[in-house]
């Protein structure tokens, strides 16, 4: 059983991941999923500090601390912390698709949060077998809050390419931008018209697809995000609505 001090020393780690590691209160309050884990992440008596991500009790071993370690840029007290949470909201081990539709209906109640959600979740299923394990999640939260540019807007990519065939076309990133809207209901200010996603929509993908073939590549995706300051800071609406 996990001793008093040892959980006030779980608090006080919690608090330092927050305010020292990259998780500012803008981050927390805009990242509905490191806010939903990070809020999980408290210090149960009946759990060990010391396991080690020893997951005996759930149905899916992630990797080792080590490695994660290497792959993420997230410390082993992190990992610890994140898995802590991960593994309170997923006592199996693995996320599904209905808990992220859950999870952003209860952050975004005045609008339709499931298509992005059923996009993000995609975009995090890596392997895309159906579900997000603690793995695949840290990978792309690494990426999202401590990843460089060209990191961040590989990423961004893989979201917009809905079909996953190495191109977005203008099809696919008007339903991305559409589910935010959707998502984001009447709080955004101004009030958006119906038809302002694919007015934005066709002026960002005149820009980005440059030989006019009628798709995106991820050359062209970046070099025009790159040099762009308006599409750039559109591009980081993605990033607001984790």
Same mark, same amino acid.
């Given at each position: 059983?996990?001793?008093?001090?040892?959980?006030?020393?779980?608090?006080?780690?919690?608090?330092?991941? &927050?305010?020292?590691?990259?998780?500012?209160?803008?981050?927390?309050?805009?990242?509905?999923?490191?806010?939903?884990?990070?809020?999980?992440?408290?210090?149960?008596?009946? /759990?060990?500090?010391?396991?080690?991500?020893?997951?005996?009790?759930? &149905?899916?071993?992630?990797?080792?601390?080590?490695?994660?370690?290497?792959?993420?840029?997230? %410390? &082993?007290?992190?990992?610890?912390?994140?898995?802590?949470? +991960?593994? @309170?909201?997923?006592?199996?081990?693995?996320? @599904?698709?209905?808990? +992220?539709?859950?999870?952003? !209906?209860?952050?975004?109640?005045?609008?339709? !949060?499931?298509?992005?959600?059923?996009?993000?979740?995609? !975009?995090?299923?890596? /392997?895309?077998?159906? %579900?997000? %394990? +603690?793995?695949?999640?840290?990978?792309?939260?690494?990426?999202?809050? &401590?990843?460089?540019?060209?990191?961040?807007?590989?990423?961004? +990519?893989?979201?917009?390419?809905?079909?996953?065939?190495?191109?977005?076309?203008?099809?696919?990133?008007?339903?991305?931008?559409? !589910?935010?809207?959707?998502?984001?209901?009447?709080?955004?200010?101004?009030?958006?018209?119906?038809?302002?996603?694919?007015?934005?929509?066709?002026?960002?993908?005149?820009?980005?697809?440059?030989?006019?073939?009628?798709?995106?590549?991820?050359?062209?995706?970046?070099?025009?995000?790159?040099?762009?300051? @308006?599409?750039?800071?559109?591009?980081?609406?993605?990033?607001?609505?984790?």
């Amino acid at each position: 059983m996990c001793s008093p001090t040892k959980r006030n020393q779980w608090r006080e780690d919690l608090q330092h991941f &927050r305010k020292e590691h990259g998780f500012s209160k803008k981050v927390l309050l805009n990242c509905c999923l490191v806010r939903r884990i990070i809020t999980w992440a408290s210090p149960n008596p009946k /759990d060990s500090v010391e396991d080690e991500l020893e997951l005996s009790a759930v &149905r899916h071993r992630p990797e080792g601390l080590e490695q994660l370690e290497a792959q993420t840029r997230f %410390s &082993r007290k992190e990992l610890q912390i994140l898995y802590r949470g +991960f593994k @309170n909201e997923c006592p199996s081990g693995v996320v @599904n698709e209905e808990t +992220f539709k859950d999870i952003y !209906a209860q952050f975004f109640p005045q609008g339709d !949060a499931s298509t992005y959600a059923h996009f993000l979740f995609n !975009a995090f299923d890596t /392997d895309h077998n159906g %579900s997000v %394990s +603690f793995e695949d999640f840290v990978m792309g939260l690494s990426i999202l809050l &401590r990843g460089t540019i060209q990191e961040k807007l590989n990423w961004a +990519f893989n979201l917009y390419d809905i079909n996953k065939d190495g191109y977005i076309t203008k099809e696919e990133m008007l339903d991305i931008m559409k !589910a935010i809207y959707d998502m984001m209901g009447k709080c955004t200010y101004p009030v958006l018209r119906e038809e302002t996603p694919r007015q934005h929509v066709e002026v960002f993908f005149q820009k980005m697809d440059k030989n006019k073939d009628g798709v995106v590549t991820i050359d062209e995706f970046i070099d025009c995000c790159q040099n762009d300051e @308006n599409i750039m800071r559109s591009m980081h609406l993605f990033e607001n609505v984790l």
